[in-house]
């Protein structure tokens, strides 16, 4: 049973760059949701998506855009980088329902922004 | 706006000893509580997680506490075993299922 994915594992760019990172959820989940983990800090919401659309949103720029494809994996696609958008990118993926709680997390993409 | 706060960065203990992790929030609205276990390398795990009707819920050696009147919970461990070793964070869930961290406390277990 595969887990949560997530690719690239690390990426570089510069400031004013763009950036796609993927997610492949956990085998049956249909929800995905995206969260940033800087330095020395928790992971922050930043959007979730189940059936193709954005859900709900946290406290993040429209530079941050997301799409859900068919098959629920998801990008998370970041425009005009900051040198403050250096993180790690978390991907979660649960399932609609009782356990919607119950988030499996990726192992993250390191963005790195020069 | 830190609305989930883990306090303490660093907690060492004894292999064998209780481990105590501890947590505040802010927000009257969540209604769900979780930890969840982070290694290097990997994304967070979830542990144990707790309603917010209940004040207690046990997993083999974790339990977690939630005092609602003090919006306070704690995650114990015991006995502590090495591979307990890893970052712990507290998180909260609105019905809006949106989770909200802490930042997290590095446990270390001391064989």
């Known amino acids: 049973d595969a887990g949560v994915t997530q690719s690239p594992t690390h990426l570089i760019k510069t400031r004013g760059q763009q950036v796609t990172l993927r997610c492949s959820p956990k085998s049956g989940h249909d929800t995905v949701s995206w969260y940033q983990q800087a330095l020395g800090q928790g992971p922050q919401f930043i959007f979730q998506y189940y059936e193709e659309e954005e859900r709900q949103r946290g406290n993040f720029p429209d530079r941050f855009s997301g799409h859900q494809f068919p098959n629920y994996s998801s990008e998370l696609n970041v425009n005009a980088l900051l040198l403050g958008d250096s993180a790690l990118y978390l991907c979660?993926?649960?399932?609609?329902?009782?356990?919607?709680?119950?988030?499996?997390f990726g192992p993250g993409t390191r963005l790195t922004v020069t | 706006d830190q609305q989930v706060k883990q306090n303490s960065p660093s907690l060492s203990v004894q292999e064998g000893r209780i481990s105590i992790l501890n947590c505040d929030y802010t927000?009257?609205?969540?209604?769900?509580f979780l930890w969840y276990k982070k290694y290097p390398a990997e994304g967070p795990t979830f542990l144990i997680s707790?309603?917010?009707?209940?004040d207690k819920n046990e997993d083999g050696r974790f339990t977690v506490f939630l005092n609602k009147s003090a919006k306070h919970l704690s995650l114990h461990i015991v006995p502590s075993q090495p591979g307990d070793s890893a970052v712990y964070f507290c998180a909260a869930l609105t019905g809006a299922n949106n989770l909200f961290f802490g930042t997290g406390t590095r446990l270390t277990v001391i064989p």
């Open positions: 927000n009257s609205m969540f209604d769900y």
């Open positions: 707790i309603s917010s009707i209940k």
């Open positions: 979660a993926s649960s399932l609609i329902g009782p356990t919607v709680y119950e988030q499996y």
